[in-house]
């Protein structure tokens, strides 16, 4: 029975944390594509080296250091390609991500209501934008305007989001 306690715990402990787990891989990773395929071997490391975990420990903490050294792995059989962030920037954001400080739900909470502030237009082209497979050129065609001009569009529309949430969460006394 102790061995399906075990696997109880891990489930237990590896559902509570999987968000906040994928969220500090995308933080990692130059891709979405590439955080995925970090965190199916990071999900399957952690499996297999639960019995080192220490019950009763901080598993997200655990996690993360497994995550990190997965990414520069991951990072390294990619080569260039990866070297998108410079190592001691991708240690900044890892340590940012993994703090216990940041909760993305709440995060991503005060985006929603940011994002409903927005134009319909503004904010159709955001969500457009973040579909698996859309690309800025997809959108300037469909929009009728240059890839240039709507980059520049969806720079703004970001900014103007990242400083709402900023605004929402500061107000909140959250940040």
């Known amino acids: 029975m102790a061995g399906d306690d075990r696997i109880a715990e891990f489930v237990e402990l590896y559902s509570r944390y999987y968000p906040r787990l994928q969220y500090y891989l995308m933080a990692l990773m130059p891709s979405a594509n590439d955080a995925a395929d970090v965190l199916q071997e990071v ?6 080296k639960f019995d080192t975990y220490e019950p009763n420990t901080n598993f997200y903490a655990w996690a993360c250091k497994v995550a990190r050294l997965q990414a520069l792995k991951h990072r390294e059989r990619l080569g260039k390609s990866a070297r998108l962030i410079d ?12 703090s216990d400080e940041l909760d993305p739900a709440v995060s991503l909470d005060a985006l929603a209501r940011c994002l409903e502030r927005l134009s319909e237009r503004h904010r159709s082209l955001i969500r457009k934008r973040y579909q698996p497979g859309v690309s800025v050129s997809d959108l300037a065609f469909e929009a009728g305007c240059s890839a240039n001009a709507l980059s520049k569009l969806l720079g703004k529309i970001r900014r103007r989001l990242m400083d709402c949430v900023e605004r929402t ?4 006394g959250r940040r």
């Open 43 to 48: 999900s399957l490391t952690l499996w297999k």
């Open 87 to 98: 190592d001691a920037i991708l240690e900044c954001l890892s340590d940012e991500a993994s």
């Open 169 to 172: 969460l500061a107000s909140e």
